[in-house]
């Protein structure tokens, strides 16, 4: 299988911790992409030019990361399940959907200066998308997810958001959230993976 990825961006990284996860890193072989690039290869593996995106053996192309993932999950070879059954499961799909969405938030402000001269950046708009970042922080500081003995997809997006903010956002969103700042620690502790996948 070959993944299209870059290490910056949270949903690859996402997709290489749950590959690590179930005993599958050695499966895949990591193909740098060039989003904006219309002729990178990426482009005709998704009609979206989207990162990541999964090619496996029979050329058959998988996007996104929540259907890597879950891919991923139901061919693994080793480790715990990482989409639980039963009543776990939606909390951890609403815990990935809320790591996501900070990512998502935090790219917003990334592009945002990135595509645009800065004569043209739209601070409202940053200042909107880094308050959804916020308060989705805040939220998880009040009610921190159960560091469980089994890691699931919630706490792997969450992870990788969170280290999307320490890669590329201004500010420390450690202050005044112990909690959320212990929780990565422990799940840092937890999975190797996690600092063996960082943006360097
Ligand atoms: N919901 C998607 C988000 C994927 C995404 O936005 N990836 C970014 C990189 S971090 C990308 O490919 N951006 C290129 C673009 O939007 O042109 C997922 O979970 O995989």
Redesign the pocket.
């Known amino acids: 299988m070959k993944l299209h990825f870059?290490a910056?961006?949270?949903?690859?990284r996402?997709v290489c911790i749950a590959a690590a996860l179930r005993g599958l890193t050695d499966n895949i072989s990591l193909v740098q992409a060039k989003?904006?690039d219309a002729s990178d290869p990426l482009h005709h593996a998704n009609p979206l030019?989207?990162?990541?995106t999964l090619v496996l053996d029979d050329g058959t192309a998988l996007?996104?990361?929540?259907v890597?993932c879950e891919y991923i999950d139901a061919i693994g070879v080793s480790g715990q399940p990482l989409f639980p059954a039963g009543d776990e499961r939606w909390p951890a799909l609403r815990l990935q959907a809320l790591g996501?969405g900070i990512?998502?938030a935090a790219?917003l402000v990334v592009?945002e200066k990135r595509m645009r001269p800065e004569t043209m950046w739209y601070q409202p708009w940053m200042d909107t998308q880094l308050a959804r970042v916020n308060t989705a922080l805040d939220t998880v500081e009040a009610m921190p997810p159960v560091k469980a003995a089994t890691v699931n997809i919630g706490d792997i997006a969450l992870g990788a958001a969170l280290g999307y903010l320490d890669f590329r956002i201004d500010g420390d969103w450690r202050q005044g959230r112990r909690n959320l700042a212990s929780w990565l620690e422990d799940f840092t502790a937890r999975v190797p993976a996690f600092e063996q996948t960082a943006p360097g």
Do not use: N
């Open positions: 870059t910056p961006s949270p949903y690859s996402k989003t904006t030019g989207k990162i990541p996007y996104d990361s929540r890597i996501d990512a998502d790219l592009y």
